[in-house]
């Protein structure tokens, strides 16, 4: 069967080579892809959110299966799109329609969902920039740490967490007032801290039934201990310690299952990943957010992990149905370095050449922001290469992800040096 991944990072690379692993892979093919994607898969030049010619590429190529990477053209409806046109509406896809994935698109209809069907968050509350005066009446009212969520999509830098009321009444007034995150700051959810340790838990469903994915924990902050702004994501550690078998059951009859039944209920058709990232406050699992598609990048981390035939899963997920599947996953660690351009999470440079990509090495080098350019590979965006390091320990995976990521340089290379660190002695 020929498959379509869409999208061009380091998570799509990560799908592609994991569905070309499988028997029942034809052809596969990634638009708009990078050079990375290129070694497993064939590119296709066409954009994320060009429904029309994704379209008219998967009609030509009869592809039996789409699979979205990103959020945004699932925000944006392809699935809508494609289940819309007589021609389209029959190839399964991997990922749900603009309904269901408001659970990532709008942080206030993923909270009232939470709340009107008992799953566990945090308290919360939604305000405009026409409620500034009720915002900080209601920030007067909240205990620091205070965390402040845009609503809309922010390319995971949304979240800002504040230390005072003066600071967040201050960070309030720049994402409603002034817009720091465009019209996704439009509204803005003030939410009760919750003081605990975060995972990132995978689930693929088919709308009724599911399978769990390896869980993954995710390092957001650019700087060494967890410090300086939040980007994209610096690595990622599956399995997590702390997930161990009585938490995990609790966040699938607290959380997974009640998730899945609620989208039911309501009528919310979701076939594709739910993405949910949980807080463990002293071994209770709260949600923290949904989102609507794989983790970057988490995605790195559990895709080594997993042993079963992934596209047999996702052609079941998107189609048949999962209710007779199962998921078999390796017990070993993975845990994967972002190595990203000097800058990031700020402005930074593009076009700068990558040395020691020839290399051989114990690690999986994955591509995020690459491309070609005169026979060589060079960085073409903030996080460039995740490497992932597979092990029978923390420590082995770590060994071997440092390793790896030590032969490779460029002008302006940062990649943080603790990812994994802090649960090498984890003690609960």
């Known amino acids: 069967m020929n498959v379509l991944v869409i ?154 967490i504040s230390l005072s009321q003066a600071e967040a009444k201050a960070v309030l007034k720049d994402m409603l007032v002034n817009k720091k995150f465009g019209e996704a700051s439009a509204k803005v959810l003030i939410e009760e801290f919750l003081s605990g340790i975060e995972v990132s838990v995978f689930v693929l469903t088919d709308g009724k039934d599911y399978v769990i994915l390896p869980e993954a924990k995710d390092y957001k902050r650019i700087g060494e201990g967890d410090t300086g702004p939040n980007t994209g994501g610096m690595g990622a550690v599956s399995p997590v310690v702390f997930a161990n078998t009585v938490f995990m059951k609790r966040v699938e009859t607290e959380v997974v299952k009640p998730t899945i039944d609620a989208l039911h209920k309501e009528g919310i058709p979701y076939k594709g990943f739910i993405f949910v990232g949980i807080m463990n406050v002293g071994g209770v699992p709260y949600v923290i957010e949904y989102n609507a598609r794989m983790g970057d990048p988490e995605t790195q981390a559990v895709m080594p992990r997993i042993k079963s035939d992934f596209l047999d899963l996702l052609v079941a997920a998107a189609g048949t149905g999962l209710k007779e599947k199962t998921i078999e996953i390796d017990d070993s660690h993975v845990v994967t370095l972002a190595l990203v351009s000097g800058g990031y999470p700020g402005d930074y440079e593009r076009g700068k050449e990558i040395n020691g990509l020839e290399k051989k090495t114990e690690a999986i080098v994955f591509h995020a922001g690459t491309k070609g350019h005169q026979q060589k590979v060079v960085t073409d965006g903030g996080r460039v290469l995740a490497i992932s390091g597979k092990g029978n320990s923390l420590d082995d995976a770590r060994k071997k992800a440092y390793a790896a990521a030590a032969q490779i340089d460029w002008d302006g290379l940062y990649y943080r040096q603790d990812i994994g660190q802090d649960l090498m002695n984890y003690k609960s």
């Open 7 to 160: 999208g061009n990072g380091g998570r799509e690379h990560a799908l592609a080579w994991k569905i070309s692993q499988s028997p029942l892979c034809g052809k596969i093919y990634v638009a708009p892809g990078n050079t990375g994607t290129a070694e497993v898969a064939q590119n296709v030049p066409i954009a994320i959110n060009d429904f029309a010619k994704l379209g008219q590429f998967c009609k030509d190529e009869s592809i039996s299966l789409v699979v979205v990477g990103p959020e945004g053209p699932l925000v944006e409806g392809i699935r809508d799109y494609f289940e819309a046109d007589s021609s389209l509406k029959d190839i399964p896809m991997i990922g749900p329609g603009k309904l269901g994935a408001q659970l990532e698109g709008s942080k206030d209809f993923s909270k009232q969902f939470m709340l009107r069907n008992g799953i566990p968050t945090a308290k919360a509350r939604t305000f405009t920039a026409n409620d500034l005066d009720p915002a900080f009446d209601y920030i007067s009212t909240c205990k620091p740490p205070i965390v402040l969520k845009a609503d809309g999509l922010a390319a995971g830098k949304g979240v800002i």
